[in-house]
């Protein structure tokens, strides 16, 4: 009785069968011809071939291997800088014989109290300020430190994926950015970046200077011109034509330059201007960084409902993603850095809830980015639900900065 619709459900699964195995065998015939001709020559052709495909072998599992290698990824990297321990702005003594005046006194006292930076513009009015006693040592910045570590995270201790070779070459032609594979970890490094090259430029304008009367530090604005160069230069390029040098060696040298800035403030040769303005104002360019972050999530979340098919959505979370990873950590030590400022206006409570919330959307870690509709049921929508955490940290960094103004 039932062998009809036995025999029908027999010869739709053979048909679907029959389809697969013909696209499947569609796909491979050029490999499967190449390979029939490969046999059918001598050694002399062989060789030459069989290495030249053993060295693309090597170099795409080189390739992707330090795409799917995160080395070092740890979402709670801001707990080893121990920044509840500091109980002293960046600037300021901590100790030796000007240790009594940089501590009893005000973030402006502080500021008083400090140098000039010995790589100050001579063009530039000489800021009237009193030296330090010789031996004392000042509080480096934590907002330094931890911007020359996500740097170094990105060139050192891993491949920078944006300028190798094999990302640029793409799949067949094709960027890996439309694709569905092997970019999520450039995307990530690159949103890192954009919070690192926020910072440089606040540090090199507002934070690193008494604006208005010294002159720019010279560490801070070499930092800035490296980190701000373009992330996908390899050792050639064809636009200039001609031998480069790549990436991460620029990178590398603005690590360096915050690390020897970092180096000067804690002889008390540099200065942290630690003062409630230049804290609103790098709030609010964070503000507005993570702001342009939304919109570009928004609209991709709006107008490209691919589902798990959409295959730039995953760039986007992931950008979204490295560039929360890096405030993170920016942010705790900006915490840390403007202390005074913090305890005196009574950021504490909205400070550490901003921190929490960074640190709440760094859990979300998606094996597959799905780019759904907003009401959908199926499936999931990962940009939507980044977004809303990103417009969660923005608003709390809004509401600081009108405080602060007030």
């Not at 620029?250 to 008390?268: I, Q, T």
């Not at 490209?304 to 929360?324: E, I, P, S």
């Amino acid at each position: 009785m039932f062998d009809p619709i036995v025999a029908f459900f027999q010869r739709v699964f053979t048909a679907i069968g029959r389809g697969i195995g013909l696209a499947v065998a569609w796909l491979l015939w050029p490999f499967v011809a190449l390979g029939n001709w490969y046999r059918g020559r001598s050694w002399i052709i062989k060789g030459p071939i069989g290495l030249i495909l053993l060295c693309l072998v090597l170099f795409y599992a080189y390739f992707v291997w330090h795409t799917q290698a995160w080395t070092n990824f740890d979402p709670d990297y801001v707990d080893r800088y121990k920044l509840a321990d500091r109980r002293t702005p960046a600037g300021s003594p901590v100790s030796g014989p000007g240790t009594t005046t940089g501590q009893s006194g005000s973030a402006a006292d502080v500021n008083r109290a400090t140098v000039a930076p010995s790589g100050a513009d001579s063009t530039t009015e000489a800021l009237a300020v009193a030296e330090l006693p010789a031996g004392t040592v000042c509080q480096t910045s934590a907002v330094v430190e931890v911007a020359a570590d996500l740097i170094d995270l990105n060139v050192n201790q891993n491949a920078w994926i944006s300028s190798m070779l094999g990302y640029k070459l793409g799949f067949f032609g094709l960027d890996w950015d439309d694709t569905p594979w092997l970019d999520n970890k450039a995307s990530f490094q690159r949103g890192i970046n954009q919070a690192v090259r926020r910072t440089a430029v606040e540090l090199v304008d507002s934070l690193g200077r008494v604006r208005g009367t010294s002159g720019v530090n010279a560490d801070l604005q070499s930092a800035r011109g490296n980190i701000q160069f373009d992330e996908e230069t390899w050792y050639f390029g064809l636009n200039p034509f001609g031998p480069k040098t790549p990436t991460p060696s620029f990178y590398r040298s603005a690590m360096r330059d915050l690390r020897k800035f970092n180096v000067s403030l804690g002889k008390c040769e540099a200065i942290f201007d630690g003062r409630s303005d230049n804290m609103v104002e790098f709030l609010d360019r964070v503000a507005n960084d993570l702001g342009n972050t939304s919109a570009i999530i928004r609209e991709r979340s709006e107008f490209h409902n691919g589902g798990w098919f959409d295959t730039r959505a995953d760039d986007r979370f992931w950008f979204a993603f490295g560039q929360l990873y890096g405030y993170y950590g920016i942010l705790s030590a900006a915490g840390a850095d403007f202390e005074n400022v913090v305890t005196q206006r009574g950021l504490g409570p909205i400070y550490t809830e901003t921190m929490k919330q960074l640190r709440a959307a760094l859990r979300i870690q998606p094996l597959i980015i799905s780019n759904g509709r907003e009401d959908g049921w199926i499936m999931p929508t990962h940009l939507a639900t980044m977004g809303f955490y990103i417009l969660r940290v923005r608003s709390n960094l809004v509401e600081m900065r009108d405080i602060l103004a007030r």
